[in-house]
């Protein structure tokens, strides 16, 4: 499975910091962290896949024939009902390549 290259966050009125937790940039960066479960996915006694949203008061989503189909969509309702009037979402993305530093030492602004 490949690292994403791309994470949104979604910042509220109150200037807090939402998003689907992965570890593509060090939240802790942006200060204390609260992490909480947003679902459950599981199989059923069938083989179906389910993505119980109730954590987040959402709904159960499925039956789903993969664990995968199941990710997706529990990822899709999330990002779907992250947002909420006032808020922003900034999309971070991996850089490219290494940071090139300049002459002083320090990486390169902008």
């Known amino acids: 499975m ?3 290259t791309e994470m949104e966050l979604v910042v509220g009125v109150d200037g ?3 998003c689907i937790y992965d570890e593509s940039l060090d939240l802790r960066a942006l200060g204390k962290l609260q992490i ?3 679902s459950h996915v599981e199989p ?3 083989g179906n896949w389910w993505a119980d949203m109730g954590p987040v008061g959402g709904p159960v989503l499925g039956p789903f024939g993969t664990r995968g189909e199941a990710l997706q969509a529990e990822r899709g ?3 779907g009902s992250e947002t909420s009037r006032g808020d922003r979402v900034v999309k971070w993305q991996r850089p490219k390549r290494a ?3 300049n002459r002083s030492g320090s990486p390169p602004l902008g």
């Open 77 to 79: 309702w999330l990002v």
């Open 99 to 101: 940071c090139q530093r």
């Open 2 to 4: 490949s690292e994403p």
């Open 36 to 38: 909480t479960r947003a």
């Open 16 to 18: 807090g910091v939402r």
């Open 44 to 46: 059923d006694q069938d």
